[in-house]
Nanobody
Framework: QLHLEESGGGLVQPGGSLRLSCVIS????????QGWYRQAPGKQRELVAT????????YEYAESVKGRFAISRGSQRTMYLQMNILEPEDTAKYYC?????????????WGQGTQVTVSA
């Protein structure tokens, strides 16, 4: 089992920046994909950005955050989401996600989330 813990959320003014961090603990086997999702009140959880490791690492972003957000890995156990030019519409709880191949069994893990509020 993996445990994911997010940090870095908070209150920021429109146009500001935040950097979210995700730390992964536990025995890691093969990570298939890792990324960030968010859920605003009354809305479904949506993809923000993902990294798919491979011979060529693939990055995917939601259209609404392209050019403003950047996902990165510091190590196998750390992942970041740099968020710039934040907008009120970015207000949501942000979740770290990992999909893993654990000896042939695909597992999915979520963190508890960190709140991001963009408001003047």
């Amino acid at each position: 089992q993996l445990h994911l813990e997010e940090s870095g959320g908070g209150l920021v003014q429109p146009g500001g920046s935040l950097r979210l961090s995700c730390v992964i603990s536990g025995n890691i086997y093969t990570i298939l994909e890792q990324g960030w999702y968010r859920q605003a009140p009354g809305k479904q959880r949506e993809l923000v950005a993902t990294i798919t490791p491979g011979y060529v690492t693939n990055y995917e972003y939601a259209e609404s955050v392209k050019g403003r957000f950047a996902i990165s890995r510091g190590s196998q156990r750390t992942m970041y989401l740099q968020m710039n030019i934040l907008e009120p519409e970015d207000t949501a709880k942000y979740y770290c996600n990992v999909r893993e191949d654990r000896l042939g069994v695909h597992q999915e893990y979520w963190g508890q989330g960190t709140q991001v509020t963009v408001s003047a």
